[in-house]
C-alpha cells in the first residue's frame, strides 16, 4: 500500500510556472505507475500525464503536450509535475494517482487503472 500527499499548487497569473510535488509512502515506489489527473469545478476528473514505474516513459494528454513535464525521483519517493506556460483552462485540483506494477511499461490513462490517490492540490491560473 502507499499513501501519496501532493504539494506546490496555488494561484498564478497566466502564463506562469508552478511545480507540484506528490510524496509518497513506503519503500516500493519504484514498483508504481504514477499520473497526474485534475478535475476543474463541474467536470469529470481528467487524465494529464503518466510515467512508468523506472520513469523511462512519460505520456501527456493533447492539452498540455509541450507545456508539462511529469518527472519522478524513485530515491526520494517523489513525482513532479512541472507546469510552465500555464493558461486560465489549467484551473483544478490536481491528484496524483498510483498503480502497483510488475510490468516496468505499464502506464495508465484511466482514472480506473489507479488504485491510490492523493488528497489533491488546487491550481488556480488568473487571466
Known amino acids: 500500500q502507499v499513501q501519496l500527499v501532493e504539494s506546490g499548487g496555488g494561484l498564478v497569473q497566466a502564463g506562469g510556472s508552478l511545480r507540484l510535488s506528490c510524496a509518497a509512502s513506503?519503500?516500493?515506489?519504484?514498483?508504481?505507475?504514477m499520473g497526474w489527473f485534475r478535475q476543474a469545478p463541474g467536470k469529470e476528473r481528467e487524465f494529464v500525464a503518466a510515467?512508468?514505474?523506472?520513469?523511462?516513459?512519460?505520456y501527456y494528454a493533447a492539452s498540455v503536450k509541450g507545456r508539462f513535464t511529469i518527472s519522478r525521483d524513485n530515491a526520494k519517493n517523489t513525482l513532479y509535475l512541472q507546469m510552465n506556460s500555464l493558461k486560465p483552462e489549467d484551473t483544478a485540483v490536481y491528484y496524483c494517482?498510483?498503480?502497483?506494477?510488475?510490468?516496468?511499461?505499464?502506464?495508465?490513462?484511466?482514472?480506473?487503472?489507479?488504485?491510490?490517490w492523493g488528497q489533491g492540490t488546487q491550481v488556480t491560473v488568473s487571466s
Open positions: 513506503g519503500r516500493t515506489f519504484s514498483r508504481y505507475a
Open positions: 494517482g498510483a498503480r502497483y506494477v510488475t510490468d516496468n511499461y505499464y502506464y495508465g490513462t484511466g482514472q480506473d487503472e489507479y488504485d491510490y
Open positions: 510515467i512508468t514505474s523506472y520513469g523511462g516513459s512519460t
